[in-house]
């Protein structure tokens, strides 16, 4: 775990002591969001500030309806026993939606990150229109939300799209799997869902990186590389703890690195991109099928490699050299201390590890190369939606007070 | 220019009074470090903090021994004139070094960025061991400081190196071109100078990287990928305007990016990296030279260019197509909204750049393309020098009152 003071090095704008209690509760909330439920005791060594300060903040949670405090039975020490405080997960509710090419999933995460409900419909090639989207999040949504039993706010509206997202006004610039170009995605389905929560949308890889680092293997990891593939190969850049955004919200694209100058083309106009040697396609395509053939194709294909089939085992060994072959790169422009593999990487993974880490120990500076670990994502399937979860949450967390008084319209 | 709040998003650590006073403390000191002098009323308006503890800030500034305080003639509107805070650049001086292969650099850095004196010697190729350096940093680092007339203190001593620096312990953990492998140089070199002042050391790209964004062409650009190529290539990585360093301080190897498959042996142990394709040694090469003919021989090279000769031209272009297929996919990663070329790229841009943005933009997406701009750098040889400063003056920076307390052993 990182320790960090609790500013900026770069801060250019003065702190006043209205900043400093808006910080302070902000601190405070993550801990319980992050790390569970806490006694006062606990929280004040955690955070360094006195037990008063603590005890007056964690009273302005409890009044936005963030948090409660329980009766804590002594620990058997001399003294009072200290309330413990956690979140309101089942009052306090974001939205999370995965948009993904053959399907839509919605989940409602209580804070704290518990999933609380989780529908996820299929759809055909032809709903993935950006209308027939949003009227496919609209009704998925109210499925979920029937679901819910007891009295509840939404948070915050959290999207991961399989495409570009500029973050800053929460559009789609592209995204060439589902066709779509230039779409105030955030707006529009603001719009139809019609709820006062801020809507957040970003880039499914970041959204997954997101929660292996709040919720998966990262936790706690300051510099970290996921990579994530599928028919597409997307990245997720954490620095120091923070999402590395680039200018417009679109770092991160390394399936567009171009690894081969002999290469194939690439959807994006340009040619021998890494995914076009490690994607779904160029793996399926090596083994001899077809390109389309999906998920079920490539565990097929495990199987075959399972059985000593030649052209399977040939196409998982060619895998792995390309996989190397940028994951050194990578490596050697960003030195993560830990690369996390998901999606079809992870699929692969026991197949191709051999070769894999020889390639990489081959082209990575040694140096960079000393104290990293490579490893699987541990989340399921549903780490888009953890990771949406947590994007929709971001706002509150950042500043609680704010964010509930936008919400609810009053001057608390 | 960023506007971010004075608060870390993601802050574990509580904020008090004392941190507080701390941190304003530094937002002031930084805003005259780096914008200038400014009156009171100036900096209210900047900073957002009230008048009386702009007032009160300067005062301990003052106190200090870093800022001077000058009467202001009225500007002409009522009220009392507001007098006008300038940091005292000859009194705090920063000892800038650079330690490149052929020669070492020294400078004395006034705060504010005010080169005082500078010093460069050449050296022969047997002059690069450990020992030699340090000797001969010693000797310089005494000659500058024998021209300084002032009464002045050092608050600090940064080092660009040419090598892998691990920013924890200012250890060098390889330096190819001088043939170091884990030398504890920040230490050896603090030992040898025998100066209270803090030793930092850091990667010479990086360094470069520090001077662009903080007094070259990138002041104020969030999002910078500063590029720096010679006998090797390195890189900046500037993310919301910190530098992305990576676990250990490695990150920014961009030299070594596997582009070229079929690639030619790189000093780094690997085949194909970028280095190998764009660095000083393939450009002579590929013009017929020998690839150990330094910028002589690149200054020959571009001359036969300007008289048209084939060879000369040939290699440009090959240069320039590489050039930008390694800069595309550090586009797509990293998606910066301005690209600096430096050393080597800065000299060949006017001969490459029609095709050198062709090649980018033909690999590059299109949504990163968009709003990015590839500039030389405006710094000149010093740039190293301006940037080491930096790295000197970042403890006084981030703590003013903390590092003169620690500087002068006294307690203020």
């Known amino acids: 775990m990182s320790s960090r003071t609790g500013f900026a090095a770069t801060s250019s704008t003065g702190v006043r002591s209205e900043t400093v209690r808006s910080a302070n509760l902000s601190m405070l909330l993550r801990e319980l969001h992050f790390r569970g439920a806490a006694s006062r005791s606990e929280l004040v060594s955690r955070t360094g500030l006195t037990r008063s300060s603590v005890g007056a903040l964690i009273g302005e949670l409890v009044k936005l309806g963030l948090v409660v405090e329980m009766p804590a039975a002594s620990d058997g020490s001399r ?9 309101r997960s089942a009052e306090n509710v974001a939205i999370a939606v995965d948009v993904s090419v053959d399907s839509i999933g919605v989940a409602a995460v209580g804070l704290g990150g518990v999933v609380l409900t989780v529908e996820r419909i299929e759809r055909a090639r032809d709903r993935v229109s950006v209308d027939a989207t949003i009227a496919d999040i609209v009704a998925t949504v109210g499925m979920v939300r029937a679901r819910l039993a007891q009295q509840y706010r939404i948070l915050g509206i959290g999207v991961a799209v399989v495409g570009l997202v500029q973050r800053s006004d929460n559009s789609v610039a592209i995204a060439p799997n589902l066709g779509w170009r230039d779409v105030r995605f955030g707006d529009r389905l603001g719009a139809a869902l019609g709820h006062a929560a801020p809507v957040c949308v970003a880039n499914d890889a970041d959204v997954a990186a997101l929660a292996e680092i709040h919720r998966g293997v990262a936790v706690g990891v300051d510099d970290v590389l996921y990579v994530w593939g599928e028919v597409g190969v997307g990245g997720g850049l954490i620095s120091k703890g923070e999402m590395i955004t680039g200018a417009s919200g679109f770092a991160g694209e390394i399936g567009h690195l171009p690894v081969n100058p002999l290469g194939r083309a690439c959807q994006c106009g340009s040619r021998g991109c890494w995914e076009t040697e490690v994607g779904e ?25 399972l059985g000593g089939v030649a052209l399977a085992v040939a196409a998982l060994n060619e895998e792995a050299t390309w996989l190397g072959f940028g994951l050194a790169g990578l490596i050697n422009v960003l030195n993560p201390s830990m690369v996390v593999l998901g999606g079809l990487f992870d699929a692969v993974y026991p197949f191709v590890e051999g070769r894999l880490l020889d390639e990489i120990k081959r082209r990575a500076l040694a140096s960079s190369f000393a104290n990293l670990v490579i490893v699987r994502t541990a989340l399921g399937e549903d780490a888009l939606l953890l990771g949406a979860g947590e994007l929709a949450f971001e706002q509150v967390l950042a500043d609680p007070l704010g964010a509930i008084r936008a919400l609810t319209g009053s001057a608390l």
Chains 1, 2 share one sequence.
């Open 79 to 87: 003294g009072r026993p200290s309330p413990v405080a956690i979140v």
């Open 281 to 305: 396609g160029a793996l399926l395509q090596r083994a001899g099928r077809s390109r389309d053939g999906g998920r079920e194709a490539v565990d097929a294909l495990l199987d075959d490699a």
